[in-house]
């Protein structure tokens, strides 16, 4: 029997709100430190080049925590000078290349690594032989998952953004998408995440892809937590994901 799909907990807009309005409150490391006690099986932050809401001090907070717990951090990061040299500084579990704009809300899409593997090939080399876990967010696409493969990514996450926002037959489609591509990436040896706009039920889809090992989710459950907490939200979600196993 295979072992439960993880859910990885990304606590980023725990940080949002602290820097809403500055000082300490609330603090997203004493949020992941209660996701991991709730049954989370990992902790996702991303720190975004204008920091804005996980900072450089949230990771190394966030580093320490997760190896006294003996539980993974994945830090999601831009492929940059400047977020490789803290990567390898901090030598988290898992760094999730993804793409970043300045203007965006929230990441948009896929990092497009077909076309540029020449920049995306060396800082994925650089952390595979610091001992980190490669993994690249992208579009479910057989390009972008042929590419992820020739850049020596271990895992590729699939942005599930659009499938959260269709309908119907529309969604369907996207669904198709997803599975074909999450078929081609475990085809050429590479685990499958993820994530990105999941909530309960949605999430619950994502488990009748076989290949996916894992989910990150954040906005949903941090706004969950609002309402029932962070503990009950984070049982909701793993009681679902079960549920659908």
């Known amino acids: 029997m295979a072992s439960p799909v993880r859910l990885g907990v990304n606590i980023d807009h725990v940080a949002t709100v602290r820097n809403a309005r500055g000082g300490v ?3 997203p490391v004493r949020a992941a ?9 990992g902790i996702t ?6 920091r804005r809401h996980i900072t450089d001090a949230d990771i190394a907070a966030l ?18 000078d400047e977020m490789l040299a803290i990567a390898l500084r901090h ?4 760094a999730c290349l993804v793409p970043e704009r300045r203007e965006e809300v929230t990441t948009e899409g896929g990092l497009a690594v077909a ?6 090939a060396p800082v994925a080399r650089a952390l595979a032989e610091a001992g980190i876990r490669v993994s690249l967010f992208i579009e479910p696409t057989p390009q972008q998952v042929d590419a992820a493969h020739a850049v020596g ?5 699939f942005h599930t953004g659009r499938y959260c926002h269709l309908n119907g037959d529309d969604r369907a489609v996207e669904f198709e998408r997803l599975q074909a591509a999450a078929t081609r990436a475990f085809d050429l040896g590479m685990e499958v995440h993820a994530g990105h706009g999941l909530d309960y039920g949605t999430a619950a889809d994502m488990l009748a892809i076989a290949e996916v090992r894992e989910l990150n989710i954040g906005h949903f459950l941090i706004g969950e937590a609002v309402f029932i ?17």
């Open 25 to 27: 409150h609330p603090d």
């Open 33 to 41: 430190r209660e996701a991991l006690a709730a049954g989370a099986d």
């Open 45 to 50: 932050a991303h720190l975004r080049e204008d």
């Open 63 to 80: 580093s320490d925590l997760c190896a006294e717990a003996g539980r993974p951090l994945n830090l999601e990061m831009a492929v940059t």
């Open 91 to 94: 030598r988290p579990h898992a």
């Open 115 to 120: 076309g540029h593997e020449a920049r995306i």
């Open 153 to 157: 990514a271990q895992v590729v996450e």
């Open 229 to 245: 907490g962070l503990t009950s939200a984070i049982h909701r979600m793993r009681a679902a994901m079960d549920a659908a196993a």
